[in-house]
């Protein structure tokens, strides 16, 4: 069992930077690849970012690309979303995820932190 946490949401101006955060709890933390998720009102949960156990590999959605950067420490059982350049549709409920590896489904889920971009 995988709790998550995120934080580091809020209200920032378009072309900002924001850092979200996700703890996880557990022994296993490294284990699991983790993936960053948004929301939009009235939109469906999209895949922002995921990466492996290790770090290693990495993947983004084509809007986060160049962009963001996904990362994680081990140590601290905490995975980051860097997100830079902000856009006002980058304004999502974000969620973090665990999952088995790199490609199984996502089983483990935050509760999820607001980021408004503002033009």
């Known amino acids: 069992q995988v709790q998550l946490v995120e934080s580091g949401g809020g209200l920032v101006q378009a072309g900002g930077s924001l850092r979200l955060s996700c703890a996880a709890s557990?022994?296993?933390?490294?284990?699991?690849?983790m993936g960053w998720f948004r929301q939009a009102p009235g939109k469906e949960r999209e895949l922002v970012a995921r990466?492996?156990?290790?770090?290693?590999?990495?993947y983004y959605a084509a809007s986060a690309k160049g962009r963001f950067t996904i990362s994680r420490d081990n140590a601290k059982n905490t995975v980051y979303l860097q997100m830079n350049s902000l856009k006002p549709e980058d304004t999502a409920v974000y969620y973090c995820?665990?999952?088995?590896?790199?490609?199984?489904?996502?089983?483990?889920w935050g509760q999820g932190t607001q980021v408004t971009v503002s033009s």
């Open positions: 557990g022994r296993t933390f490294s284990s699991y690849a």
């Open positions: 995820a665990a999952a088995r590896n790199f490609y199984a489904r996502y089983n483990y």
């Open positions: 990466i492996d156990g290790t770090g290693s590999s990495t």
